[in-house]
């Protein structure tokens, strides 16, 4: 049988150029699940049935009482065995899974600090031939929280990574923090904490609009304002969103630099994966709120799940996986 990655497939829904037709007409996949083990995906499992018509007020009060937290984040890296090993020598993450996908010519790797049924993943998303991709200006960094900067970045260097800020207090911050750059390119940030339940903490976007961007991620998915910090002298004001404190949860990191509306997103990163109850109330919230449905809420027959998926008002993908699929993968 046909062994079908969940994050592929996930990717290939926004690629126009991919044939959907094939896509949904696969009968009888598998699906790997984080142990390594696999299981039928076209056996149904007991999800919700569609939502009927809701007002704003009683969507939004949903979105709200929805069981929710960030899932994973995707992007397209140049070499993944590189991207793997500097993820898990480096920073110290976990390879929960991998899979090649020799007939659609792409491979992908989910690392993280523990299960993706509670923990926060990246996913690396490799496409055969493509070696660099366009970053853009709009992407900020992935944050991982760590003990010891300094001890961290010594062991980067020792493995040969790239450094481009020496740990010290940045922008005015008491917190110790340092950059580093992946084999693709993308930057990440080291911040000094104490322990944490989840040390891969932040995902920073920047945006043209940071109320608008506030009032988007409260009402259509839901999320908290943590905390807001203007810096008049570096003419920037970041907002961070999550489901949760910063020490305990995963958060997006919303950056306005004054007088900037808007971005180049480039081609490499790809999106955010949150959970829902019900993927067909979330793409209602997030229509009254301003954002674009780029795939109508429904089932993805070869996972045997439902997804949505849609565009915040700066462009940025996020995609709505019904809660049950992780169950299957991670259970």
């Known amino acids: 049988m046909q062994l079908v990655s969940f994050g592929i497939i996930l990717l290939t829904l926004f690629d126009p150029a991919f044939p959907q037709s094939q896509l949904f007409g696969l009968q009888g996949s598998n ?7 696999t299981i039928e995906t076209s056996t149904p499992v007991n999800m919700t049935e569609p939502s009927t018509a809701v007002t704003e007020e009683n969507a939004l009060q949903w979105t709200k009482n929805d069981k929710r937290r960030m899932l994973h984040v995707v992007y397209c890296v140049g070499d993944l065995d590189k991207t793997i090993k500097f993820c898990t020598e480096c920073l110290g993450m976990k390879l929960l899974r991998k899979r090649d996908i020799p007939e659609e010519r792409n491979s992908n790797a989910f690392v993280g600090y523990g299960s993706e049924d509670s923990h926060f993943a990246m996913e690396l998303t490799y496409n055969y031939g493509v070696d660099k991709y366009n970053i853009g200006t709009g992407f900020g960094h992935f944050g991982v ?24 207090p940045a922008n005015g911050s008491s917190t110790v923090t340092a950059s580093l750059e992946d084999p693709t390119g993308y930057k990440y940030e080291l911040l000094e904490r104490g322990p ?10 920047r945006v043209g609009d940071l109320d ?7 009402r259509a998915f839901g999320m908290e304002l943590l905390r807001i910090r203007d810096s008049p002298e570096n003419k920037y004001t970041v907002a961070m969103m999550g489901y949760g404190p910063e020490d305990k949860n995963a958060v997006l990191e919303l950056t306005y630099n004054y007088g900037v509306t808007e971005y180049d997103k480039g081609n490499g990163y790809t999106q955010i994966a949150l959970g829902t109850d019900d993927v067909y109330k979330t793409a209602e919230a997030i229509k009254l709120c301003g954002g674009k449905i780029t795939r109508e809420p429904g089932p993805l027959p070869v996972l045997n799940t439902k997804i949505t998926a849609c565009l915040d008002p700066d462009g940025w993908k996020s995609v709505g996986i019904y809660n049950r699929f992780f169950e299957l993968i991670c259970g």
Request: one cysteine or more.
């Open 145 to 168: 929280a760590v003990e010891d900067v300094a001890k961290t970045v010594d062991l980067v260097k020792a493995k040969g990574g790239k450094v481009t800020r020496e740990p010290g």
């Open 196 to 205: 944490t339940l989840e040390p891969l903490c932040q995902v920073m976007l």
């Open 212 to 218: 608008r961007s506030i009032s988007f991620y409260k």
């Open 31 to 37: 699906l790997l699940r984080a142990d390594g083990n």
